[in-house]
Every structure is written in C-alpha cells, then in structure tokens.
C-alpha cells in the first residue's frame, strides 16, 4: 500500500510540475507563466489564449505557440564566444543540422537577426517542411534570445493559409514582454 501511494503521489507531483500556468488578467491579455530551470518565465499574449495536452505548447487566437528554454553555456562552446548573438547562432546552426537529419533532407531555412524593445538581439529562423511531410503545414518559425544564463525560444507552425507575418509578429510581441518574474501573483497589476 505505501509503495502505490508513493507511485501516485509522484505521479500527480509530476503532473502538478508539467502543468501550464495560465494568469489571465483581462479578455484581452493573459500572461503564460513558464516554471522553468528554477525560474519564472512571464509572457503577455493578447486575445484568446487556450491549454493545450502538452505543458509546453498553448494555442493564441488560434495559433499554436510552443516554448523551449535550453542552457546557454554549451552554445556559447560551441561558438568560443560568449557573445549573444554569436552563441544565437551556434543554437541555429546546431537546431538547423539536428532538424535536417531528422527530415533526411537539407532544409530550407531562414535566418534573420531583430532588434528587441529592450535593445537585445533575437534570431528569427524558420524552415519550410519538406516536400510529402505534412501538406497542411507549410513552415515552422521560431525566435530566440539569450535571457540570462539560458536561451530562450518561442516557435509556431504555419499552416496553408496562415499569414507569415502575423505568425513573425506573434513570436515577436511575446518576446518583447518575456520577464523572469518572482511568481505570477502580481502580473495583471
């Protein structure tokens, strides 16, 4: 009996841990509180914000948004600099390569560098997927910046019919509002 009760009690506290944090201040903003490598990751999203079935992904007016917090210190090897954009770079080209191999094709990637409201540098990358992949999916776009010791990202998928634009414009506005908050009971002040 003690050993089902510990296998659940560590099965719900591993629910309680992947669990998404949603702080919805207004029906027209709600931050996306992100646990993460012992910090609090907060984002403003506008509009409609909707749980997913998995931790890192939620939908924002219907499109699908995924987070990825990654260590910054084995980029900056990679890249023998530990300058941010450079270390940006060293993530994209590793990120590109993996992918690619994944796919058993060479990708046809993007790459841009943009300027945050806080005057960091960000990567805008993408890539179109592959022919006879998933039709209905015609590119995936993402957008990192370093945030302290970590590189953080946020990515969307473009499906047929999707504006590029808006999608870019999503990754960007969420990016300008990422904050290392203490928890997320004073975000909607």
């Not at 099965?11 to 029906?27: D, H, I, N, R």
């Not at 019919?161 to 300008?176: E, F, P, R, V, Y």
């Amino acid at each position: 009996m003690i050993k089902k009760t510990l296998c659940l009690s560590a099965l719900f506290l591993t629910m309680a841990l992947q669990a998404q944090e949603l702080v919805k201040c207004s029906p027209d903003k709600t931050f996306w509180l992100i646990k993460e490598g012992g910090k609090n990751y907060a984002i403003a999203l506008p509009g409609e914000v909707k749980e997913s079935n998995h931790a890192k992904i939620i939908t924002v007016g219907g499109k699908v948004l995924q987070y990825l917090v990654v260590d910054k210190k084995q980029h900056e090897e990679k890249a023998g600099s530990t300058d941010d954009l450079k270390v940006l770079i060293s993530f994209v080209t590793g990120e590109t390569a993996y992918l690619s191999g994944q796919f058993t094709k060479e990708l046809q990637t993007t790459m841009e560098v943009i300027k945050l409201k806080d005057g960091r540098k960000a990567i805008y990358w993408g890539y179109k997927m592959p022919e006879g992949t998933a039709k209905e999916v015609e590119m995936q776009h993402f957008l990192n910046v370093v945030e302290g010791d970590k590189i953080f990202g946020l990515a969307s998928t473009q499906f047929t019919g999707d504006n590029a634009s808006a999608i870019k414009q999503l990754l960007t506005d969420g990016l300008n509002s990422l904050a290392v908050v203490k928890d997320g009971k004073n975000l909607c002040k």
